[in-house]
């Protein structure tokens, strides 16, 4: 018999549900995980095409890092989100800005609208929960974004949400025998502690 999930993090919001936060299990979770990226409206995020197994094998790689982490966020119990975190002195992303201490990088893959973990106007409460388990659960100061430059609706929600705008950069390709990363152009967005959460 399986060991239960570990709860890293859970927060209830009102009028959405309970926001709880998982370490992603590579192979628990490969079926959803791999549904939602190989979606064409998960284009962006550069799995498009891939196998399960390959999506699976992804994951369990990232899984053996100290530097890049990912989970699988649950509202109410269902899954709602893959957060992927990371330290952006480790990632390409350090190479296109001045990294200070107590930033964390974020990626934010939503379930589509239609599964029982969305809904419509949800994206907003999801993302306050999310940013408060970055950056109070987490302890850290600022986070940073980087979605492609041409993906209008997730640059829009990330400065809905608060982030102040940072520069568009061009992100290097990667080329490694364990993950290759295309050139990126990306825009790049801020949130800091105090603003997000004054007090």
Not at 110 to 121: E, Q, V
Not at 169 to 186: F, G, H, N, Q, S
Request: aromatic residues 8%; glycine residues 8%; contains cysteine.
């Amino acid at each position: 018999m399986s060991e239960p999930r570990v709860t890293l993090y859970e927060r209830p919001v009102d009028g959405f549900g309970t926001v709880s936060v998982l370490r992603l299990d590579p192979r628990a979770d490969a079926d959803v995980v791999h549904a939602w990226v190989s979606a064409e409206r998960a284009a962006f995020w550069g799995m498009n095409g891939l196998t399960l197994d390959q999506v699976t094998e992804i994951y369990a790689h990232l899984d053996t890092l100290d530097t890049h982490h990912a989970f699988l966020v649950r509202r109410d119990g269902v899954p709602a989100a893959l957060l992927q975190t990371y330290e952006p002195e480790a990632d390409r992303v350090g190479e296109c800005y001045d990294v200070e201490p107590g930033d964390i990088g974020v990626h934010l893959l939503l379930a589509p609208a239609g599964s029982p973990g969305g809904r419509p106007g949800w994206t907003g409460a999801l993302l306050t929960a999310l940013t408060h388990y970055v950056l109070v659960g987490l302890d850290r100061r600022r986070v940073v974004v980087d979605p492609d430059v041409s993906n209008d609706r997730a640059v829009a929600r990330f400065l809905r949400q608060g982030f102040d705008e940072g520069p568009v950069v061009t992100l290097p390709e990667i080329d490694l025998p364990d993950v290759y990363l295309p050139e990126k152009k990306a825009q790049l967005a801020f949130l800091r502690r105090e603003v997000a959460f004054p007090g």
